[in-house]
């Protein structure tokens, strides 16, 4: 089993940057990929981005590249996820996620979720 647990969310205006976290714990070698997901009131959870943890191959949805970064540290068993010029539409639930053997959905394990926030 593997354990996930986000961190870093918070208020934010429109424009700014937060950094979540997510350490994971557990059998942790088992872990192909780490991502992150968000859902929005009344909305569906959708994919923002993942990391593959052999090699740091990341994948993002349109909708933030070049905007949002995710990056690892594999001793740490963590993954961030650097989110720069935050738009109001970006306000969510963000929830880390790992993955035995995919990229974008059929993930294994979910955190618990964090929320961010962003005001204009």
């Known amino acids: 089993q593997v354990q996930l647990v986000e961190s870093g969310g918070g208020l934010v205006q429109a424009g700014g940057s937060l950094r979540l976290s997510c350490a994971a714990s557990g059998h942790t070698f088992s872990i192909y990929t780490m991502g992150w997901f968000r859902q929005a009131p009344g909305k569906e959870r959708e994919f923002v981005a993942a990391i593959r943890r052999s090699d740091g191959s990341t994948r993002y949805a349109d909708s933030v590249k070049g905007r949002f970064t995710i990056s690892r540290d594999n001793a740490k068993n963590t993954v961030y996820l650097q989110m720069n010029s935050l738009k109001p539409e970006d306000t969510a639930s963000y929830y880390c996620?790992?993955?035995?053997?995919?990229?974008?959905?059929?993930?294994?394990?979910w955190g618990q979720g964090t929320q961010v926030t962003v005001s204009s």
């Open positions: 996620a790992a993955s035995k053997n995919t990229w974008y959905s059929g993930y294994d394990y």
